[in-house]
């Protein structure tokens, strides 16, 4: 999987520092990273995707991409079985160039890439082979927050959509949560790359998104105080401008049953909490997840208000 035309970081495939981790694993010669990925891209499925954000599934649909492995270890992943434990099958660029294609022809609003990290240099690959055929749908670059603000730089214009989370405020929590202790540090900086280089989230005449950022908030049991400290930070540095995504869904999937702290659902009163700053703080746009809608996998109930239209 070698890139030519990209930037140091998606070309050295040699020497993998893609992710926060650089961990440096020579994925070309057969050695597997961190994240467990080695030289041939996974993916675990694909299809139309209803149950994201508003301006992200539409009326038709999001091309949803689900990437096989991650760069964090979450031990409440609902995705565990592809995220950590390596389920799917194995792509070159020109096939998932055809599942671009497909989702194209489906009529999808979007591509939307879940958890690509690891595999940026085969998509940037399958995306060149779509583009030169003509074909362009939004990029959706839907992530954990965890990103080195250098790799999203160099995504520059191959990503119109971030769709990112700020998970945790304070690094015991994420080395406990994702054994990643550098996350605020990583995620917060990468955030301001997208920030910079996507800006506000402006959607067209169908209120489907075209470019910018959205930032998810995921409510966490007992740190519901981490989600307001982080709306405090994105205000202070990007503004109260920024579409925000609170969510609610939080069950204790995967290992987080058996550990004190993570083993429940979040409470009304810790999400009402987080509702209450984000008005607080003046944040306008956004979607807000119904506090029942928790124990669905996909985003249903969001309130329908809409990113402001540009
Ligand atoms: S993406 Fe995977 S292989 Fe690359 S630096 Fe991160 S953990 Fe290592």
């Known amino acids: 999987m070698p890139v030519s035309g990209f930037g140091p970081i998606i070309s050295a495939t040699d020497r993998c520092e893609l992710c926060p981790r650089r961990c440096g694993a020579d994925r070309r010669a057969g050695e597997k990273g961190f994240c467990g990925a080695g030289v041939e891209m996974e993916i675990y499925s694909y299809g139309r995707h209803c149950g994201e954000e508003p301006p992200i599934s539409g009326t038709r649909g999001s091309g949803t991409v689900f990437f096989s492995r991650c760069t964090l270890r979450c031990l409440y992943c609902q995705n565990h079985p592809w995220s950590q434990e390596a389920r799917g099958d194995r792509y070159d660029a020109a096939g998932l160039a055809a599942v671009f294609r497909s989702l194209a022809d489906e009529g999808c609003h979007n591509w939307n890439l879940v958890s690509p990290t690891p595999w940026i240099p085969g998509i940037v690959q399958a995306l060149e082979m779509v583009h030169n055929k003509g074909r362009r749908l939004p990029v959706v670059y839907n992530t954990s927050g965890y990103e080195r603000a ?71 049991p007992g740190r519901a105080v981490e989600a307001c400290e982080n709306l405090e930070w994105l205000k202070a540095n990007a503004g109260a401008g920024v579409c925000i995504s609170l969510m609610s869904q939080y069950i ?30 003046g944040f306008e746009n956004g979607h807000v997840q119904d506090f029942g809608g928790r124990a669905a996998r996909d985003l249903v109930g969001f309130n329908m208000k809409q990113g402001r239209k540009t």
């Open 150 to 220: 250098e790799t999203i730089r160099e995504l520059s214009g191959l990503a119109q959509v971030y769709l990112a989370d700020l998970r945790y405020s304070r690094p015991e929590s994420a080395l406990e949560g994702s054994g990643a202790a550098d996350y605020v540090k990583a995620a917060r900086k990468a955030f301001l790359e997208m920030w910079s280089q996507a800006g506000a989230l402006r959607v067209d005449s169908e209120g489907i998104a075209q470019s910018g950022v959205i930032c998810r908030l995921l409510v966490l």
């Open 252 to 281: 204790p999937a995967h290992l987080a049953g058996g550990r004190p702290g993570w083993d429940r659902g979040i409470s009304r009163a810790e999400y009402d909490m987080v509702l209450q700053a984000a008005m607080d703080l």
